[in-house]
């Protein structure tokens, strides 16, 4: 019987945009994901994200199948992890891709943020409701989105994934953002503060795998990860996107790090753990 792999994806990009790791991924998996976490309003975004941890255990409740492997990128990192925790039973193990699990004081600094209002700052959500929401055609979507820079480096097929699924009808034969930008700001405005509750409580094995080039965490976060919430750390090459520039690379070093937790030969990291 194929193992279950449950896939959280990063704010933004809807899951089906990872069609191409997904699918690499699939010949060993049984795949499932939530297309758009947030948009569901029984899970509202509320501070720390308390109610999308909620979702993910309900989306993997749901599938029925006992502990089920569990991967995701940035937003979706910290949501396998924060339900991990809270029910360690649901997952056989983590594989969580430049999630930003910030050590104690950098986690002041974001409820800091918040409560004095500049969290937009030190977040991307300043830019998000200035982002353009309409074009006339999906093959306009991936032109206008292949000449900036961070998706110029998308695999190909990503790039065609993300203006194709990451974009919907808008109702007069044009297309627009299927995540919605309001959203996508309150998930960056309520950035968790709360990670410290983790520490020391993840019975789940799992691999941190930290983007190559400008990671979201220090080398002293990385060494908090690996201390004290129990993951493996690694990087793999590439930014912050790395697993929609080399989908195919990633969904291997996941399928690896997952082979060996079930075997306890433990994950091999090379030389790339934290400094």
């Not at 999630?99 to 959500?125: C, E, N, Y």
């Not at 306009?140 to 194709?164: I, N, Q, S, T």
């Not at 691999?207 to 060494?223: C, F």
């Not at 690996?226 to 996941?254: K, M, Y």
Request: charged share 20%; net charge neutral.
């Amino acid at each position: 019987m194929t193992d279950h792999l449950y896939f959280a994806h990063a704010n933004s990009f809807p899951a089906s945009v990872y069609h191409k790791m997904l699918g690499a991924l699939s010949e060993h998996y049984t795949v499932s994901y939530t297309d758009c976490i947030g948009h569901d309003p029984a899970y509202p975004i509320t501070d720390c994200w308390p109610r999308l941890v909620d979702q993910t255990i309900a989306s993997v409740e749901r599938l029925g199948v006992g502990p089920v492997w569990a991967v995701g990128h940035s937003l979706g990192g910290i949501l396998v992890l924060y339900a991990a925790v809270r029910r360690p039973d649901l997952f056989k193990g983590l594989a969580i891709l430049d999630s930003p699990l910030f050590s104690r004081w950098r986690a002041l600094t974001i409820w800091f943020a918040k409560r004095a209002g500049f969290i937009d700052r030190i977040t991307p959500g300043g830019n998000t409701l200035k982002r353009r929401n309409c074009w006339a055609s999906t093959e306009m979507v991936h032109e206008y989105f292949g000449r900036k820079p961070m998706f110029a480096r998308f695999d190909p097929d990503c790039l065609w994934d993300y203006a194709r699924h990451g974009t919907v009808d808008d109702g007069q034969g044009g297309r627009q953002l299927k995540f919605h930008p309001t959203i996508e700001h309150r998930i960056y405005v309520t950035l968790p503060h709360d990670i410290a509750h983790c520490a020391d409580n993840n019975r789940v094995p799992g691999i941190y795998l930290a983007a190559g080039e400008h990671p979201v965490l220090t080398a002293r976060d990385q060494h908090y990860v690996r201390d004290r919430l129990g993951l493996t750390v690694g990087s793999h090459p590439g930014s912050h996107l790395f697993p929609l520039e080399q989908p195919l690379s990633t969904a291997e070093r996941i399928r690896l790090a997952f082979t060996a937790i079930e075997t306890g030969a433990g994950v091999d990291t090379s030389t790339d753990r934290p400094k």
